[in-house]
């Protein structure tokens, strides 16, 4: 069973503050992107990556930067927090078989005062 | 770029009774992908079925059916004897055949079991 772990579920932190949220994966997936959640809004995604040291932007990439170093790790990164990034981040995986399901970990819902 | 519309933001129904949640699409292209995902309040995002868009045949999973009208780019999805564990937001989804693979999510319905 695919497994995505997000390593946490709940933050809190300050306006200005560099937060990092991190997601790795199990099952060698070459697809790993970040979505954010919000009510009414559904799914909106951040940044993606098809391979190491490989990122693209998604539909809102402002005041998100990503990284990754290791196939299984993908970072998202937020340079200096706002209170209008306070929402859900769920991260997924994907194999690189056309219309393989996402497999997306728990969420971590981040609060930013 | 391709949009998805869940025009239902909030849906109830009675344990046992069969419920549809609607979706429509805005796409110019022939070939896609659609999907159902469910989220319950563990907030793990679950895949409940998915579609072709070239296949004309629904397709089914279980107690879970879809109802996909090509022409008129809706993608419902048919619960049938609705479960107290069915309860969750469910999302509609987009995935384009060529270019970036990405998910492209509806607003989400969040569907109430009601005993």
């Known amino acids: 069973d695919v497994k995505v772990t997000q390593s946490s579920r709940y933050l809190v932190k300050r306006t200005g503050e560099k937060v990092f949220l991190e997601c790795v994966q199990d099952?060698?997936?070459?697809?790993m992107f970040w979505y954010r959640q919000d009510p009414g809004l559904g799914l909106r995604l951040i940044y993606f990556?098809?391979?190491?040291?490989?990122?693209e932007k998604g539909d809102i990439p402002e005041g998100y930067s990503v990284s990754r170093e290791k196939k299984e790790r993908f970072s998202l990164i937020l340079e200096s927090a706002s209170t209008n990034q306070t929402s859900m981040y769920l991260c997924?995986?994907?194999?690189?078989?056309?219309?393989?399901?996402?497999?997306f970990g728990n969420g971590t819902r981040l609060t930013v005062t | 770029a391709q949009t998805v519309t869940q025009s239902q933001p909030e849906m109830s129904v009675q344990e046992a009774e069969t419920v549809t949640l609607s979706c429509t699409y805005d796409?110019?292209?022939?070939?896609?992908?659609l999907f159902w995902y469910k989220q319950p309040p563990s907030r793990q995002m679950i895949l409940v079925i998915r579609?072709?868009?070239?296949?004309?045949q629904n397709a089914t999973e279980n107690r879970f059916s879809v109802n996909f009208q090509k022409a008129a780019k809706s993608f419902s999805l048919k619960i049938s004897d609705s479960q107290l564990g069915d309860a969750a937001m469910y999302f509609c989804?987009?995935?384009?055949?060529?270019?970036?693979?990405?998910?492209?999510f509806g607003q989400g319905t969040r569907l109430t079991i009601n005993p």
């Open positions: 099952m060698d997936h070459e697809n």
């Open positions: 990556s098809y391979d190491v040291k490989m990122k």
């Open positions: 997924a995986s994907s194999s690189t078989v056309w219309n393989s399901p996402l497999h």
């Open positions: 989804a987009y995935l384009r055949v060529q270019g970036a693979q990405k998910l492209v």
């Open positions: 796409t110019s292209e022939s070939d896609y992908y």
């Open positions: 579609q072709e868009a070239y296949k004309q």
